[in-house]
């Protein structure tokens, strides 16, 4: 489930709470809980329809098979840029791998059973920040799963040519 921004109703009612709960304690409080000017702005969660400004990552790859497409490359998202080739598929790909509570660029498991296949010599990194946390990921095609998560990163990660 992607991230969301809280409704304007939730923020009436959050508002109200705290006003509630200030005049519990103590009448001058109350008063002050809820005068406008003294009211400040409820802070909203990051989402991913207001992504974090800082969206940022420097992708390196090695070995794909394509001259072309080895390098270092810089994304930037929201708005997309950069030196990626194909930077605003990749930002679009990147919102919708990002969901809560997972990390989209989270290795293998260390238990998966993975076919014993070489999808070749092909490594990337990618490092910087992605939805307000940091990222250090590492890429290579040794077996189905770390092909099957290469693949799933494309076009973040060139196709190669093996």
Not at 123 to 149: D, M
Request: aromatic share 6%.
């Amino acid at each position: 489930m992607p991230l969301r921004r809280p409704s304007l109703f939730a923020a009436v009612i959050a508002a109200a709470s705290v006003a509630s709960l200030a005049s519990a304690v103590s009448p001058a409080v109350a008063s002050a809980a809820t005068a406008p000017a003294a009211a400040a702005p409820i802070p909203l969660l990051p989402s991913r329809t207001a992504p974090t400004a800082g969206d940022h990552l420097t992708v390196t790859v090695s070995h794909s098979g394509g001259p072309a497409t080895d390098g270092t490359y810089e994304l930037r998202c929201h708005p997309a840029g950069g030196t990626h080739p194909a930077a605003r598929s990749a930002c679009a790909l990147l919102d919708r791998l990002t969901t809560w509570g997972s990390d989209p660029f989270a290795p293998v498991a260390s238990d998966s059973q993975c076919t014993m296949q070489y999808g070749g010599p092909a490594t990337a990194r990618v490092t910087g920040v992605w939805a307000g946390r940091p990222v250090k990921a590492n890429f290579k095609r040794s077996n189905g799963c770390e092909i099957s998560r290469w693949d799933r990163f494309e076009p973040l990660l060139p196709a190669t040519a093996s």
